[in-house]
Antibody
Framework: EVQLVESGGGLVQPGGSLRLSCAASGFTFSSYWMHWVRQAPGKGLVWVSRINSDGSSTSYADSVKGRFTISRDNAKNTLYLQMNSLRAEDTAVYYC?????????????????WGKGTTVTVSS | DIQMTQSPSSLSASVGDRVTITCRASQSISSYLNWYQQKPGKAPKLLIYAASSLQSGVPSRFSGSGSGTDFTLTISSLQPEDFATYYCQQSYSTLGFTFGPGTKVDIK
């Protein structure tokens, strides 16, 4: 079964750090680009970050750039999100998602597998 | 940055109704548009990719159309399990996979 399982969420004080993990199983993790998406309580989905299959290319939303770092360990089939200098507005459920693509140039990207999410609360 | 808007923000409908949700991009995104369904407390689920392609396992009552800046998600006959929030997402700009604000579909 194709599966993504997030972990590492919790309560952290403003200015603190947290590292999220996303364990992948049931597919060849090293072949897929991966994403983090978050959802603040009662709000919509917000894309956070993306990483290519070998970890050499990353991109970030402006709201987290310079504070968050996405990475992966293909040997461990695990995706990470290192979150530093956390703010109250980072409070959210964080989902990891697998990216797939179709089309002649394989550039019609979409997120076809999602984890159940892990909750991060930033509060004093 | 590409901004996405959706209308309506919420709607009430009955089982069996035809439901249409609109998504608009702030610039042309060709067919780089996906639709997701999310139920309370659950992860999003991919419904439609590349504007009109139905994801495997998704019922055929769901369909997507559009290109450029204007897109539509249609549910041909609303079922009880379809009450949820629906999000569009652009994948034209890989620097930021922007989601729309969502459309909540609830029971009339």
């Amino acid at each position: 079964e194709v599966q993504l399982v997030e972990s590492g969420g919790g309560l952290v004080q403003p200015g603190g750090s947290l590292r999220l993990s996303c364990a992948a199983s049931g597919f060849t993790f090293s072949s897929y680009w991966m994403h983090w998406v978050r959802q603040a309580p009662g709000k919509g989905l917000v894309w956070v970050s993306r990483i290519n299959s070998d970890g050499s290319s990353t991109s970030y939303a402006d709201s987290v750039k310079g504070r968050f770092t996405i990475s992966r360990d293909n040997a461990k089939n695990t995706l990470y999100l290192q979150m530093n200098s956390l703010r109250a507005e980072d409070t959210a459920v964080y989902y990891c998602a697998r990216e797939d693509a179709v089309g002649p140039k394989a550039d019609y990207y979409y997120m076809d597998v999602w984890g159940k999410g892990t909750t991060v609360t930033v509060s004093s | 940055d590409i901004q996405m808007t959706q209308s309506p923000s919420s709607l009430s409908a009955s089982v069996g109704d035809r439901v249409t949700i609109t998504c608009r991009a702030s610039q042309s995104i060709s067919s780089y548009l996906n639709w997701y369904q999310q139920k309370p407390g659950k992860a999003p689920k991919l419904l439609i990719y590349a504007a009109s392609s139905l994801q495997s396992g998704v019922p055929s009552r769901f369909s997507g159309s559009g290109s450029g800046t204007d897109f539509t998600l249609t549910i041909s006959s609303l079922q009880p399990e379809d009450f949820a929030t629906y999000y569009c997402q652009q994948s034209y700009s890989t620097l930021g996979f922007t989601f729309g604000p969502g459309t909540k579909v609830d029971i009339k």
